[in-house]
């Protein structure tokens, strides 16, 4: 499993220099938890794939249980130690128990969402060469349909929910004995996730034990005052469960023992509201995207003409949100809509390859006042003192850095940074000089040690920052649920708006954008026009060859 992954130094001092070791190993982590924190209770926004049948209730030692026999069926599908276990289904929380189980008998899982294109996840495949597919019927017909034989990429195809052409059902192989737990080293591959792929194949990214475990989840497991899970607390998940993010969540989230955690598999607002309001999170962790599609829900506590029992957001005292940019109003919706004094939003920055490289709290004060030009969610805040460090260089000698205020590419040093992208090894070795990693965002620091983050490099345009001008598009239009600026090498910037109906008043849109640099007419349409990544991402390169058929961006997308 190393396929061209290789470790760059962080110069950072270990985890367990800085903390001492909790006993948080992927593998028998389960086991841990229903040993020392047995009282979680677990909710589900509907059943597992990988048990149907148990319904949408469990707790810590009934999923330790799950991952066991899931464990068992793996070996006899034919994984083992050092292996691959490639996963592609719909999204659900068992992608992380399919991982723990893949670790647990010395398997590297690959955590792959069905929301990657066929033709995309043929290449992802090519290049796991896995042991094992565990997968779906649908994504196997999907794929065929598309002329992708998926079954014909692995060693053996597993199908979760009954028999298919060229896989086995899951049902044949259960049964088995419980494999022991099998160990790795600290610094070997320990999970494989995916980027988002915006603009194009994602990159499969590998992560390490003292990457993923040591250095993120133990990071988060620790009593940090506000940030931290706390005994009484309802937490509430509705992210890409394919992500890495998913797997550091569950480790330090359950380490922390709230009293439940709900977890949401989709973002479709009925589905959400029912479970949401059956029992009212205290932290809340969802996706940019799922956060839009909610504010209709999140109507304010105080002075609404609704029943307070109909606001599932009522109880809230911490907003989490990661993967992409979150826009003012979204932000300030949600933190009106809790009954809570002083209600926290926490905005995180950092990519696959990094983990987390600096955070925001944003509060009711912060995010009020008259609409204006500058952005109020593109100040990314510091990065974590000792932990992180940030470096804004000139993107033609990366050994430059810029003075404060001034634009260049954003380079991270992390002690989390991940062992390299598998199959890519050339790809990797362009995004390092001399430990630094090249993000590929273009962002400012400011006098005082804050990130201000513009725009990915391959969708800038000169002079302005793209992400700061859909900020103010949805401050003055409300009614508009995605803003995405597409840059036009021969032209004015593309606007592609987003509205519940597929329309806008011209008048309005004239307004809205009196005092901006000039912009193409708007094209509006309706959400499900627009290509979106699995973390809700839009997918700039395929929604560009959609509506700009033939059109170049701006930015070289050499660091993407």
Same mark, same amino acid.
């Given at each position: 499993?190393?396929?061209?992954?290789?470790?760059?130094?962080?110069?950072?001092?270990?985890?367990?220099?800085?903390?001492?070791?909790?006993?948080?190993?992927?593998?028998?982590l389960?086991?841990?938890?229903?040993?020392?924190?047995?009282s979680?209770?677990?909710?589900?926004?509907?059943?597992?794939?990988?048990?149907?049948?148990?319904?949408?209730?469990?707790?810590?030692?009934?999923?330790a249980?799950?991952?066991r026999?899931?464990?068992?069926?793996?070996?006899?599908?034919?994984?083992?130690?050092?292996?691959?276990?490639?996963?592609?289904?719909?999204?659900?929380?068992?992608?992380?128990?399919?991982?723990?189980?893949?670790?647990?008998?010395?398997?590297?899982?690959?955590?792959?969402?069905?929301?990657v294109?066929?033709?995309?996840?043929?290449?992802?495949?090519?290049?796991?060469?896995?042991?094992?597919?565990?997968?779906?019927?649908?994504?196997?017909?999907?794929?065929?349909?598309?002329?992708?034989?998926?079954?014909?990429? @692995?060693? !053996? *195809? =597993?199908? #979760?929910d009954?028999?298919?052409?060229?896989?086995? +059902?899951?049902?044949? %192989? &259960?049964?088995? $004995?419980?494999?022991?737990?099998?160990?790795?080293?600290?610094?070997?591959?320990?999970?494989?996730?995916?980027?988002?792929?915006?603009?194009?194949?994602?990159?499969?990214?590998?992560?390490?034990?003292?990457?993923?475990?040591?250095?993120?989840?133990?990071?988060?497991?620790?009593?940090?005052?506000?940030l931290?899970?706390r005994?009484?607390?309802?937490?509430?998940?509705?992210?890409?469960?394919?992500?890495?993010?998913a797997?550091?969540?569950?480790?330090?989230?359950?380490?922390? @023992?709230? !009293? *439940? =955690?709900? #977890?949401?598999?989709?973002?479709?607002?009925?589905? +959400?509201?029912?479970? %949401? &309001?059956?029992? $009212?999170?205290?932290?809340?962790?969802?996706?940019?995207?799922?956060?839009?599609?909610?504010?209709?829900?999140?109507?304010?506590?105080?002075?609404?003409?609704?029943?307070?029992?109909?606001?599932?957001?009522?109880?809230?005292?911490?907003?989490?949100?990661?993967f992409?940019?979150?826009?003012?109003?979204?932000?300030?919706?949600?933190?009106?809509?809790?009954?809570?004094?002083?209600?926290?939003?926490?905005q995180?920055?950092?990519?696959?390859?990094?983990?987390?490289?600096?955070?925001?709290?944003? *509060?009711?004060?912060?995010?009020?006042?008259?609409?204006?030009?500058?952005?109020?969610?593109?100040?990314?805040g510091? $990065?974590?003192?000792?932990?992180?460090?940030?470096?804004?260089?000139?993107?033609?000698?990366?050994?430059?850095?810029?003075?404060?205020?001034?634009?260049?590419?954003?380079?991270?040093?992390?002690?989390?940074?991940?062992?390299?992208?598998?199959?890519?090894?050339?790809?990797?070795?362009?995004?390092?000089d001399?430990?630094?990693?090249?993000?590929?965002?273009?962002?400012?620091?400011?006098?005082?040690?804050?990130?201000?983050?513009?725009?990915?490099?391959?969708?800038?345009?000169?002079?302005?920052?793209?992400?700061?001008?859909e900020?103010?598009?949805?401050?003055?239009?409300?009614d508009?649920?995605e803003?995405?600026?597409?840059?036009?090498?021969?032209?004015?910037?593309?606007?592609?708006?987003?509205?519940?109906?597929?329309?806008?008043?011209?008048?309005?849109?004239?307004?809205?954008?009196?005092?901006?640099?000039?912009?193409?007419?708007?094209?509006?349409?309706?959400?499900?026009?627009?290509?979106?990544?699995?973390?809700?991402?839009?997918?700039?390169?395929?929604?560009?060859?959609?509506v700009?058929a033939?059109?170049?961006?701006?930015?070289?997308?050499?660091?993407?």
């Amino acid at each position: 499993m190393t396929g061209g992954a290789g470790r760059s130094g962080a110069g950072h001092r270990g985890t367990g220099a800085l903390f001492g070791r909790l006993p948080l190993d992927l593998g028998p982590l389960f086991d841990t938890l229903a040993e020392q924190r047995p009282s979680v209770n677990v909710r589900l926004g509907r059943p597992l794939d990988l048990a149907p049948e148990r319904g949408t209730e469990y707790d810590t030692g009934q999923v330790a249980e799950l991952v066991r026999e899931t464990a068992a069926w793996l070996v006899a599908a034919g994984a083992g130690p050092g292996s691959s276990v490639a996963v592609v289904k719909r999204n659900h929380w068992d992608y992380v128990l399919l991982a723990c189980a893949a670790a647990r008998i010395g398997a590297v899982p690959a955590l792959l969402s069905d929301r990657v294109p066929p033709d995309g996840l043929a290449a992802l495949l090519r290049r796991l060469r896995p042991d094992v597919l565990v997968t779906q019927r649908d994504v196997l017909g999907g794929a065929r349909a598309a002329g992708v034989e998926l079954t014909a990429l @692995a060693g !053996r *195809t =597993v199908c #979760l929910d009954g028999p298919a052409e060229g896989a086995l +059902a899951v049902d044949e %192989l &259960r049964g088995g $004995p419980v494999p022991a737990v099998r160990g790795r080293g600290e610094d070997e591959p320990l999970a494989v996730i995916h980027t988002s792929g915006t603009t194009g194949v994602p990159k499969l990214v590998v992560h390490s034990t003292r990457t993923l475990i040591r250095r993120l989840s133990a990071f988060e497991a620790r009593p940090w005052p506000v940030l931290s899970v706390r005994r009484a607390d309802t937490v509430a998940s509705a992210v890409s469960f394919a992500h890495g993010r998913a797997l550091t969540w569950t480790v330090s989230a359950f380490w922390r @023992a709230p !009293r *439940t =955690v709900v #977890l949401l598999p989709d973002s479709d607002p009925s589905t +959400a509201a029912a479970l %949401l &309001r059956s029992h $009212p999170p205290t932290v809340m962790e969802a996706l940019p995207s799922s956060y839009v599609r909610w504010q209709a829900l999140a109507e304010p506590a105080a002075g609404s003409t609704g029943s307070a029992g109909s606001n599932p957001f009522r109880d809230v005292r911490l907003f989490i949100s990661t993967f992409d940019a979150v826009h003012p109003p979204t932000v300030r919706t949600f933190l009106d809509a809790t009954r809570r004094r002083h209600p926290l939003w926490m905005q995180g920055w950092g990519q696959s390859e990094t983990g987390p490289l600096s955070f925001r709290f944003l *509060t009711r004060g912060a995010l009020t006042g008259p609409a204006g030009r500058h952005p109020t969610t593109r100040d990314l805040g510091r $990065p974590v003192p000792g932990w992180v460090r940030v470096k804004v260089a000139d993107p033609a000698r990366p050994g430059r850095t810029v003075p404060p205020g001034e634009t260049g590419m954003l380079y991270a040093r992390t002690g989390a940074l991940c062992l390299g992208y598998l199959g890519e090894p050339e790809r990797w070795g362009r995004k390092l000089d001399r430990g630094w990693f090249n993000t590929g965002d273009l962002g400012v620091r400011t006098r005082d040690g804050r990130v201000l983050v513009l725009d990915r490099e391959v969708d800038m345009v000169p002079g302005m920052s793209c992400v700061e001008i859909e900020d103010v598009l949805h401050e003055r239009l409300p009614d508009v649920e995605e803003a995405v600026l597409l840059s036009v090498a021969d032209g004015r910037p593309q606007p592609v708006l987003v509205t519940a109906d597929g329309g806008l008043d011209p008048a309005r849109w004239r307004d809205a954008v009196r005092d901006l640099p000039p912009l193409a007419e708007p094209l509006v349409v309706g959400w499900d026009a627009v290509p979106r990544t699995a973390t809700g991402k839009v997918r700039r390169h395929e929604l560009r060859a959609r509506v700009l058929a033939g059109s170049a961006g701006i930015g070289t997308g050499q660091w993407t």
